[in-house]
């Protein structure tokens, strides 16, 4: 029986569990004074379910991570003959082929004896795997439920039991969040100090040429200058933030000041539909229609400007961040208390002077805030850039021609056959932890500032 199979199974089970603990712990209720029993019916009927199901679920997941290596070791160990060339190599190869021959799909090649008993043995020892595994825990949960259910009684504290596992629940839940972004920092870190060892901190932190290309000498890797990959990731970002903060603030200051509701309501998810597009679909916008209308715009003006640019891909990340922009100044807008309202316009004050002079002002924490992580957005933002900015690593200041930044250069490095043992494929590590850390410092400080904002309103 598969491992799904049982899973289900073992659901299905607990939700049977769990209606006969509560009919069973009602009729126990029932037969006492009002208010003896310790914890509602509801609790017991959950520590039965627990019990049954959870270590089933447990041993089904230890069991699926620990089959494969096992009937592995066991196979390999079987046919040490049938391994021939490099031993990994070999093994990795003979592993899927046998696999292949038990699964009982085809195989190009002459199929030898020894693999033939092989993927016969191994056939044998899935299904007396599988055996096992289905005996065992169906005697793992109906050992459960058996305890479970002597211990039901009146004084029997089942909330607290329930409310331990709860809690261990939400726990493992925070620590997996925890350990997950411990763990890719970790790795990231690891391999860019593996990447330190072929190239000097100093040449790739300070340095203004990028040309990670392996070079005919030994001694020499290529040049990894960070500097113009982080102003490109820069100005893209920058020409994002000026398209993005007037347009994402006026907008916001329309709906929450302005707008009446019935267009409030029609309006604003229309926009924040912008946030759900795919990435790609703005990077092939911005190529077959953006860049094409900037070209021929300078065409007619005399200016030359390329298709893929900073300045294409700026405008396009523009547009895809608008929303948040406007939707967290407008939250922190609509926040600000009536009062202030009420008093300047009882002093005489228009609605406009009031938005400039009152409103603004008292919500300029958060609205600084929103456009942080708004930049901190547009600074990660990977596929419109591949698409729409060009690939040229050049430390130059003219929008108009092509860029490159962190995140193509991040791509470009892991595209195709990577052995991760050299410096042109580690560099990305590099980058991406220091991507990695100007976002979180531009997190940081935002969320700093919105929590402060947050004290003085809340």
Known sequence: MSSTVLAAILLITMALVYQFGLLRSKRLSSNIDRGGMHSRPVYHATWLAICCAVPGLLLLF???LLEPMIIRSIILSAWPEALSGPQETARVVFM???EALSSGQGLTGDISAAEQQAAAQLTQLKTYSAMAKTALIA????A???LALKRISTSFKARHYVEHV???LLLLCSATAIFTTIGIVLSMVSEAFHFFTFIPPTDFFFGTKWSPAFSSTDTSHGEYGLLPLLWGTFMVSIIAMLVAIPLGLMTAIYMAEYAPTWFRNTAKPIIEVLAGIPTIVYGVFALIAIGPFFAA???LLGIQVRATSALTAGVVMGLMIIPFVSSLSDDIITRVPQSLRDGSLGLGATRSETIRQVVLPAALPGIVGAFLLAFSRAIGETMIVVLAAGNSPQLHANPLEAISTVTVSIVNQLTGDTDFAGPQSLVAF????TLFVITLVLNVIALYVVRKYREHYD
């Open 297 to 299: 715009a300078g065409e």
């Open 96 to 98: 899927r082929r046998i």
């Open 166 to 168: 709860v809690r261990g």
């Open 430 to 433: 590099a980058l991406g932890l």
């Open 62 to 64: 230890l069991w699926s």
């Open 139 to 142: 005697l793992v949960s109906a």
């Open 144 to 146: 459960g439920l058996f």
